[in-house]
DNA sequence: CTTGTAATTGTCAGCTTGATAATTACGAAA
DNA sequence: TTTCGTAATTATCAAGCTGACAATTACAAG
């Protein structure tokens, strides 16, 4: 290849000016489990638009950042989590860019699902420069609108997260990354049924579950009453068939 | 809310040069079925960088535009098809933004699935502005490194598109988008083979699928030999369980 | 030692699966 | 028009999986 002509094609490429050019927002959808109750991380707004509304918690994309390098970020930032240390998961959802989904300007944002590991106590939230407040809400409440909607199309990004994990909890262990990294089938049965929002068969869930699992060879101290409960750890590999959700009714 | 306080808060909402900014283009995975084998439309870029490689087609998103519009948009470009009219499957895959990923400048690509429905003919692609040449070719041979791989990270790009489209297919009817939207079993099963590269045995094939499928009645004339096939429509709703994809060797 | 509760294992009829064979329906060759 | 080859469709069957539910085991507390 000829170097003058490789260097003056290069130099006709992009003018600035000849492209549009957008805002990067990573948004999170971060879920945990209290309670035996899905919950998601939400920010309410301290500026307008929507002032005072519930919404999802996210920023700008930095400019040596990926949008998931922003995720991260952002979620260290807004939950205090030693990110280094924890086991958190995080993956992309989708992007959302449609013109006037911020009023102010073209703002194109990454959504991405988070699933903290708890212990059935919910870490502190801290919302970001422009929140108002932060904390953590029941899902299947926010969603069937008992409250207000989210600002901006952060309804729809819920939903679209919640659908995301409900599905992949039907063939992965994904599920176990809202739990610690021991972990009983109780406690696991519980993060399904929350994220599901239904009630599955103690036994059966046993049966199914258990070829998915490495057993640790721990057990619980047995709580009031009952016997203590093996404690397993999660493993990779898809479960085939797929565990069957509830169907709604 | 007072009305001087809320203008205030909105005035003072992002300055511009508050937030970095990045050039958005829609990448484009287009699938097709041609003579048993999964293909995709690739353009040899005709600048630099990666000059010379093949490489997904794509373009930049326009202001007023979604990602999603700027997908349909291009891929109308691109074929020259009607998508008002042919049923064209497209989906959102992943994003893409990599702080170096274009070595020129900030660029990031909203990558989508696209499934054209052909009767076993390729439509004609014309690449792009920038682009020399477009074709298509076997999505097996360009990802087993048969032929040099594609430019920017478009390798990686593919071989999720084709995850998700085999993965989507053990459990949706999604696969029949690769078809017209009358079919036969047996052109079914091929786009299954196609797809993901494995043989299906036919009995089990029509016995799994048929729940899923509507009956127009039609048969097609038999070809050289052999009876005349039923023409199917394809429905909606999720098979359950899956369909279980052969499992590598 | 008894009781209450939770964990875990067992049972069973009915459904699904993978493998493979049998049957049916054509077009084309003899 | 009979025969032959091939593809579509249906059938078979043992093995595995599922949902529903019962039985057993293991603790803690009274």
Redesign the interface.
């Known amino acids: 290849?000829n170097g003058s002509e490789?260097e003056k094609?290069?130099l006709?490429?992009?003018q600035p000016g000849d492209?549009?050019?957008?805002?990067?927002t990573a948004d999170l959808v971060v879920f945990a489990v209290s309670g035996g109750v899905l919950q998601v991380a939400l920010v309410r707004r301290g500026?307008?638009?929507f002032?005072g509304q519930l919404a999802l918690p996210g920023g700008?994309?930095?400019?040596?950042?990926?949008?998931?390098d922003a995720a991260h970020r952002e979620l260290a930032e807004e939950t205090g989590l030693d990110l280094g240390h924890l086991p958190v998961h995080i993956e992309?959802l989708?992007?959302y860019?449609?013109?006037l989904r911020d009023p102010?300007?073209?703002v194109?944002s990454?959504a991405h699902l988070v699933l903290l590991a708890t212990d059935g106590t919910l870490p502190d939230v801290t919302g970001g420069s422009d929140a108002a407040d932060a904390g953590w809400y029941p899902v299947y409440e926010i969603l069937t609108g008992k409250r207000t909607s989210l600002a901006f199309d952060h309804s729809l990004i819920l939903l679209e997260g919640l659908n995301r994990l409900a599905g992949k909890m039907e063939y992965t262990t994904v599920g176990s990354q809202l739990l610690p990294g021991e972990f009983t089938l109780t406690q696991l049965r519980t993060v399904y049924e929350a994220v599901w929002n239904a009630p599955m068969a103690p036994g059966n869930f046993t049966r199914k579950m258990t070829p998915q699992l490495e057993d640790t060879g721990k057990k619980t101290r047995a709580a009031a009453g009952g016997a203590p409960a093996a404690l397993f750890r999660a493993t990779e590999g898809h479960i085939?068939?797929?565990l069957?959700r509830p169907r709604g009714q």
Chains 1, 2 share one sequence.
């Not at 492209?19 to 990067?24: D, G, M």
């Not at 700008?60 to 998931?68: C, I």
Request: charged content about 15%; cysteine-free; aromatic content about 10%.
């Open positions: 290849m490789a094609d290069y006709q490429s992009y492209y549009p050019s957008v805002a990067l500026s307008h638009p002032k700008f994309v930095g400019p040596m950042e990926s949008a998931d992309q989708a992007t860019s449609a013109p102010r300007m073209r194109v990454v085939h068939p797929p069957a």
